[in-house]
Antibody, heavy 116, light 110 residues
């Protein structure tokens, strides 16, 4: 059974940093690109970042470019999102997801709240 | 990377059919057959309902169908059921190698 379990969310002050993790199991992690999608409270989905299977290519939505870094450790079947210079509009549930555009598997999400 | 345009809400009675549109540009919806549709119930993760414009993953009822014409994709739900009440999002691959979602459509089953 495919499982994606996010962790690392919480309350952080504006300008602060947070690192999200996603532990994957039930499939060959190194064979799939991985994606972070977020959803602000009461708002729609926003595709945030994607990383290729071997980590050689990374893609970011403009609103996080230069502030967020996606990475992965295939040996640990884990996906990460390092978030720096956080702003109030980064407040959202962050989902870890398998694949880039045809996303069958999603994590349960982890809430990031940016507030003073 | 502008969000794809969806109607904010649609409604229908049980047994009826509804269609949700998703309008983009030639750099996303119109340029690629990589349009997906997701269903999201409150407090839950999204569920893939349609991929590559018109393909249904296993387990998705054939009441759900997708199509595309030009820069606009559409999701049709026939034989509407109470459990179909949810938010629906389209997404498309883009010329920037990114993916963009639509703003979402709230479906109300009357």
């Amino acid at each position: 059974e495919v499982q994606l379990v996010e962790s690392g969310g919480g309350l952080v002050q504006p300008g602060g940093s947070l690192r999200l993790s996603c532990a994957a199991s039930g499939f060959t992690f190194s064979s799939y690109s991985m994606t972070w999608v977020r959803q602000a409270p009461g708002k729609g989905l926003e595709w945030v970042a994607n990383i290729k299977q071997d980590g050689s290519e990374k893609y970011y939505v403009d609103s996080v470019k230069g502030r967020f870094t996606i990475s992965r450790d295939n040996a640990k079947s884990s996906l990460y999102l390092q978030m720096n210079s956080l702003r109030a509009d980064d407040t959202a549930v962050y989902y870890c997801a398998r694949d880039r555009s045809r996303i069958v598997y999603w994590g349960q999400g982890t809430l990031v709240t940016v507030s003073s | 990377q502008s969000a794809l345009t969806q109607p904010a809400s649609v409604s229908g009675s049980p047994g009826q059919s509804i269609t949700i549109s998703c309008t983009g540009t030639s750099s996303d919806v119109g340029g690629y057959n990589y349009v997906s549709w997701y269903q999201q119930h409150p407090g839950k993760a999204p569920k893939l309902m349609i991929y590559e414009v018109s393909n249904r993953p296993s387990g998705v009822p054939d009441r759900f169908s997708g199509s595309k014409s030009g820069n606009t994709a559409s999701l049709t739900i026939s034989g509407l059921q109470a459990e179909d009440e949810a938010d629906y999002y389209c997404s498309s691959y883009t010329s920037s190698s990114l993916v963009v979602f639509g703003g979402g459509t709230k479906l109300t089953v009357l």
